[in-house]
């Protein structure tokens, strides 16, 4: 009792949060969130990336979920694979690809767990064609703290599965689900890069898809190019023909501290990005990658958050309605009167597929992703501002990447939340949660 | 005409050095280091008899197994601790099996040392866990052995027979005598046994794992500095199926670690608490 936990922290390393006791449940049958002694809030912990406080509960109690990373079924005719929530999506790759399967929808990292991947209801560069990771859930099991254990699919439990899809962990801790995976024939991806000068330009580009002849794509912008918006915008589909051949078990390169936090700073990010786009223009030409460079560039480097310092980073993930893209042009000058570079600007179009998810982010519209070295009040107060432009586009934020939104954001963000709060198990709760629903517990 | 049967085992036993035939069999399957040699079988392909107390919990790291690429796997339910059961476990492990490659006997119990030292039941039941179970399945592992030894007297190779006991059987020490006491005995034992089964061609392998990050010593202080149960996996399965090793320490800096240990003379070691 007493005990102070530091331990756990997002991946951009704000907040931090302390915990009173960490449970680490080895088998299915020990996932029991009434049997915690204190009276303290619970929330299931997975592999922490998401970035702000979505995944910690200060004040309270975590159950870390990674040790329920077994695989109880994969059916390889239909390519249904069923895990314990604690299975991470690279996990299941190794599995899935020699045998021609692969995700369905995947987030830019594959180090994040199943159960994680359901709560934050994940997409990925194929959003316009296959909706949500939530869209390809079959069925999952839910443990509430009156201790019962519901089965949740489109036909039981409806309520609860939309409720828990994209729910933040909050409706209960997911202890197994089943994913239906995708055919290839190949672990190759097809990827054509194609560099853009202007906002129109990606619009177009994105546009061009609709035909669906490109399953992914996604833009990457360069946020201190100015007036122009210059970025790459990148569209591949999975090679017919090639090995079927997994990513390296073990990722041999890693930042073993936090580097100084002066490491990106204006100049800094001005280089990489100048580089990175004159790369990108160079081999603008088609080529075939391997999944794991194309889907996740950033896995290939452990711990690369410790590359901003021990202060962090944080992202603004925003979405706005295609009719309000001018919201990003703006968002892009207040980013530059604010003199703070994003390191990492990513722009995608969403789909118009429906998640069965209540809460879930992504809807028909653009979204923009801006990754910022974390600096405090200056950081904040860039972001307050960002929100009035979101707010007035009607547009919405992240909860998986947010530190700091308003409950008045939040409301705004997401209509159904009065419908969801009533799903919400009551042992459970969130840093997050607290601080947008305005509950103290 | 072809070659002669005498010629074809010997080329059977050559290949065989690296492609094993019989399945192997992983008593205490649930346990987390035993799940983590069955994950490294599992990718080779091989064919596993799995034997827990727990059903649910088999089922799941059967699933595993089976889902990584394991060839078979067959799981058996059972009361480990029912040595008078062991003659009808053993029978069934056998027709589950076909042909045994290796035998893992992998479960344990890590003693609270206070309450045995006024709980004499519970001393006792500890002993049986750790100790008569494990060495009365490592009895009819060395009759089965021993019979498919006699019927395949050519081939080179006829098994390997593996026990986990710990480095705490090394020495009796303050904090967990009962335990160390049980898994010293079990070490003693398999001694024995490797010198009963050298003329059947039979290796034992001994297995003394330092502490290990698992669900069994999460509670013990320092449990993130321990060693990793794959890492201590991957050093086992390549111990059970390359190589001569007889006794094996994982991680290997625990052999001399040990050795020093035991070297410290009695008149300091008794009053050492760790």
């Known amino acids: 009792m007493g005990e102070k936990i530091t331990s756990y922290h997002g991946w951009g390393k704000y907040p931090r949060a302390t915990h009173t006791a960490v449970l680490r449940p080895a088998w299915m049958d020990e996932v029991t969130p009434f049997a915690l002694a204190q009276n303290a809030p619970l929330l299931a912990f997975g592999l922490g990336r998401s970035y702000g406080d979505s995944c910690l509960n200060d004040g309270g109690a975590l159950m870390d979920m990674r040790q329920l990373d077994r695989v109880l079924t994969f059916d390889t005719e239909r390519g249904l694979v069923v895990c314990e929530a604690g299975v991470s999506l690279g996990e299941i790759l ?248 994003s390191f990492l600007g990513v722009i995608k179009k969403f789909g118009h597929a429906k998640s069965p998810g209540m809460m879930s982010f992504p809807r028909p519209g653009l979204t923009l992703a801006l990754d910022f070295p974390f600096r405090n009040e200056l950081t904040l107060r860039l972001f307050e501002d960002l929100d009035n432009v979101v707010l007035a586009a009607r547009g919405a934020l992240y909860p998986a990447k947010d530190p700091r939104m308003s409950p008045a954001m939040f409301r705004a963000s997401y209509p159904s939340m009065d419908e969801f709060r009533r799903w919400v198990d009551p042992a459970l709760s969130s840093s997050f949660w607290r601080r947008v629903s305005e509950e103290t517990k | 005409m072809g070659r002669s049967g005498l010629e074809f085992q010997f080329l059977a036993a050559c290949i065989g050095r690296n492609k094993m035939t019989g399945a192997l069999v992983i008593i205490g399957a649930t346990s987390k280091i035993a799940f983590e040699v069955g994950r490294i079988a599992a990718r080779k392909g091989r064919k596993l008899v799995l034997v827990a107390r727990n059903k649910d919990r088999l089922d799941a790291v059967a699933g595993d197994l089976a889902a990584r690429g394991a060839t078979g796997v067959e799981v058996i339910v059972a009361e480990l601790e029912n040595t008078d059961r062991h003659a009808d476990l053993w029978s069934r492990i056998e027709r589950a099996a076909g042909q045994i490659a290796e035998v893992l006997i992998a479960y344990g119990s890590l003693s609270e040392q206070a309450r045995s030292e006024t709980d004499t039941a519970y001393m006792e039941h500890e002993f049986v866990v750790n100790f008569n179970s494990p060495a009365s399945l490592m009895n009819r592992a060395a009759v089965y052995f021993e019979t498919s030894a006699k019927k395949a007297a050519n081939s080179r190779r006829n098994g390997v027979l593996a026990v986990i006991s710990s480095v705490a059987g090394d020495r009796g020490r303050r904090s967990n005598f009962t335990y160390g006491t049980a898994k010293g005995a079990l070490a003693l034992f398999a001694q024995g046994t490797r010198a009963r089964l050298f003329s059947s061609g039979v290796r034992v392998l001994t297995i003394k794992p330092g502490p290990v990050a698992t669900p069994m010593t999460a509670s013990m202080p320092g449990a993130s500095r321990m060693a990793s149960p794959q890492i201590v996996a991957a050093d086992i399965y390549r111990a059970m199926t390359n190589g001569h090793a007889e006794v094996l320490y994982v991680p290997g800096h625990w052999r001399l670690i040990m050795r020093i240990v035991r070297e410290i003379p009695e008149s300091i070691a008794k009053k050492l608490t760790f």
């Open chain 1, 94 to 341: 190794l599995l899935a690809v020699p045998r021609g399967w692969f995700l369905p929808v995947t987030p830019g990292t594959k180090l994040v767990t199943l159960g994680g991947a359901i709560s934050n209801d994940v997409h990925g560069k194929n959003h316009h064609q296959q909706g949500t990771l939530g869209c390809h859930i079959e069925q999952l099991e839910l443990v509430r703290s009156t201790g019962e254990i519901m089965l949740c699919s489109r036909t039981e439990n409806p309520g609860l599965f939309a409720a828990t899809i994209g729910g933040m962990g909050l409706t209960g801790i997911i202890r197994r689900a089943s994913l239906k995976l995708k055919k290839i024939s190949s672990a190759q991806v097809a990827v054509e890069t194609v560099p853009f000068d202007t906002f129109h330009d990606f619009e177009r580009l994105s546009s061009d898809d609709e035909g669906g002849r490109w399953e992914y794509t996604v833009g990457w912008i360069d946020c201190l190019s100015g007036q122009k918006t210059r970025g790459l915008f990148m569209r591949g589909n999975h090679a017919k023909e090639g090995p079927l051949n997994t990513h390296p078990e073990k990722t041999r390169l890693n930042v073993p501290f936090n580097l100084p936090d002066f490491t990106l700073n204006r100049l800094t990010i001005w280089l990489f990005n100048t580089l990175y786009y004159a790369a990108g223009r160079r081999g603008a030409r088609a080529k075939t990658s391997h999944y794991d460079p194309f889907f996740y560039p950033l896995d290939k480097l452990n711990n690369w958050n410790r590359i901003y310092g021990h202060r962090g980073l944080t992202q603004y993930q925003c979405v706005v309605p295609e009719s309000e893209a001018g919201a990003f042009q703006e968002i892009l000058k207040r980013i530059a009167k604010s003199r703070q570079g």
